[in-house]
């Protein structure tokens, strides 16, 4: 695998900075091993959430165990350990990555090691991971000057294919999107549902505002019901600027007066084009940096407190 560059432990580059949990044991990133039976290997069968730190605390941590739990029970897919454990798993986990900075978490809980069949019953206990590793912020620029989508000629699942309400291990949809991102040297790419509406991005929500109002395409344009798009309705709230949901096309962009998208590890990043088309005035929008101020206002509020 001469192009993989790696680091000095020998491992591709950031994974040594990583701890992992496997089914309760601890290990370093490049130690971390997982049965190639495990049929979130082989079939991608498995859910999973990622939170981040603020003040190295997890955030919102009962909302994303609600919508693992959610995503697991679309599956049939149990969670054997409790809230409680999985808890103490995060703290676990991220002791001693990353000690003076922000942490990301990724939990996955999958089908289990089993023999080769899609039968659910060969599997008999579900695998349950935890990647913790640093949390890397966005480059200044990300900011300062927004981002480019394209949008990307494959469609987002049908929700009656793999349903993107499902935060699905099975994530090749988002990675066939992403990579024509990536060609296009686009930071994200804009995903359409199958009726040409936007839905959202490969790992993040999208929104727009017009002429004051905030509008995010509703749960049944075929997404992700994100927590950080949740939490944008009451970040509105906060600060007097309505945020609704309808359905937007791409036709609607060029009278659009800004555009961001949000997720938890990127919480708002302005969008100022989308392929060749200006969003509003071609530069970050104010509502969406007073939206951005006002999220991590109520995260540091909600992470700062004596525990
Ligand atoms: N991505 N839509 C998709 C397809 C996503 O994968 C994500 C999250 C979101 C935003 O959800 P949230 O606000 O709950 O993070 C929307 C995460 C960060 C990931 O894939 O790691």
Redesign the pocket.
Known sequence: MDSVKTNTAGAPDGIGEASVNVNGVVTSGDQAVVSVFDHGFLYGDGVYE?LRTYNRRPFLTDR?LA?LRASAARLSLEVPPTDGELESRLRDTMRGVHPHGEVVL?ILVTRGVGDLGYDPAVCRTPTVVIIARPHRASPEWVDRDGVRLVVASVLRNHPRSVD?VI?SNNLLN?VLAMQEAVRDGAYEALLLNHRGELA??????VFVVRDGVVLTPPLDAG??E????NLLFEVGADIGVPVRDAVLRQSDLPAVDEMFI?????EVVPVVLVGGQVIGSGGPGRVTARLLARLRERAHALTCGAD
Not at 200 to 205: A, H
Not at 226 to 229: D, Q
Not at 262 to 266: A, I, L, N, V
């Open positions: 990622t994303h919508r990724r993107p935060k988002n959202e991005c490969s790992q993040s929500n997404l992700l994100g927590v950080t798009r949000t997720s938890t590890t990127r």
